[in-house]
């Protein structure tokens, strides 16, 4: 009994779960009456519930006819609700996946500010290097001018606008870096939301099998639908199943009952016959005795008075 109830709950449960997926789903695909599609989609449900049921226990009663027609329309149903289920799940997929591609885009914009940055700032590292390189010649040149006794003035001139060309390219080069320090940490804070740990799982077995991401999502779907409304079916099915059997049983066991109650009335009744029977043989025999006692007694009195005449 208490494997029925647990078969009951869980094919309730899971018939009730893949009913709420499938209105909404069919219900959500005609959104202009969306209360009137969601009542039409319940009460299929509700009927293909009540049709496998009445399948299994008339099954032996039904028309061939009835038989046909009635289990096209529980396939049917079946169909038809695990496309409500892969619209409800499609679209919670696609809802999310906006969002999943709404953050990634603005991720690759931020991507490509920072490249930008990064090139700019190798740039400017290599005009750095130029400029030193260039002041470093220009210190040997004035050296040797001054070993000479020449003028270094003008190369003094070179020196010091090499040294304001460094120490401008070294603050480009700090705010370029500050800059890309900024898009680093709004690359992080976007991929530190909770809609890159939704599909995160998704993306990773995409990837292992070197396939799009969508198409995991279809046959995950697939595969959840196949099982999903199917099994409440079953489950049903079982239910129905396992109460006629112990339906079964407890006539049975009820008959069994009836037919002992018979048969010890039935012994009673003889029992009783016999007893009567018995007592009426008695009766009988008892009667006998009084008459051959009576006729003793008469001739036993007849022998006296015949002796008493002589």
Do not use: C
């Not at 096209?72 to 679209?91: D, M, N, W």
């Not at 077995?205 to 070197?210: E, K």
């Not at 959840?224 to 079982?238: E, G, R, T």
């Not at 016999?274 to 007849?302: M, Y």
């Amino acid at each position: 009994m208490k494997f029925l109830i647990l078969v009951i709950i869980s094919a309730l449960t899971i018939a009730l779960i893949a009913a709420i997926f499938s209105v909404t789903g069919i219900a959500t695909l005609f959104s202009g009456h969306f209360l009137q599609v969601a009542i039409m989609a319940g009460s299929l449900e509700v009927g293909k519930a009540v049709l496998a049921s009445l399948l299994y226990r008339y099954w032996k009663k039904l028309a061939i006819i009835h038989k046909i027609y009635l289990t096209t329309a529980l396939i049917v149903l079946i169909i038809v609700t695990s496309l409500g289920i892969f619209g409800y799940l499609s679209e919670s997929y696609q809802k999310t996946k906006g969002d999943y591609t709404i953050i990634e885009n603005e991720v690759n914009n931020l991507n490509s500010k920072k490249i930008f940055f990064e090139d700019r700032k190798e740039r400017l590292i290599k005009d750095k290097e130029i400029e030193i390189k260039t002041k470093i010649s220009n210190q040997t040149r004035a050296d040797s001018l001054s070993s000479r006794n020449q003028s270094i003035t003008r190369t003094r001139s070179d020196i010091k606008e090499n040294e304001l060309n460094i120490k401008k390219l070294e603050n480009q080069i700090s705010s370029n870096e500050d800059s890309i320090g900024v898009y680093n940490s709004k690359i992080i804070e976007l991929k530190s939301k909770n809609i890159k740990g939704e599909l995160g799982p998704l993306q990773y077995v995409a990837n292992a099998f070197g396939v799009e991401m969508d198409l995991v999502v279809k046959w995950l779907i697939l595969i959840l639908i196949f099982v999903f409304d199917p099994l409440a079916v079953s489950l049903i099915i079982a239910a129905n199943m396992i109460f006629m059997n112990k339906f079964e049983s407890s006539k049975s066991i009820v008959t069994n009952i009836d037919i002992k109650k018979e048969e010890i009335k039935d012994s009673k009744e003889i029992v009783k016959e016999t007893e009567t029977e018995k007592i009426e043989a008695d009766i009988k025999v008892e009667k006998k005795e009084d008459i051959e006692i009576s006729k003793k007694v008469k001739n036993k009195h007849r022998w006296k008075s015949a002796n008493w005449k002589d």
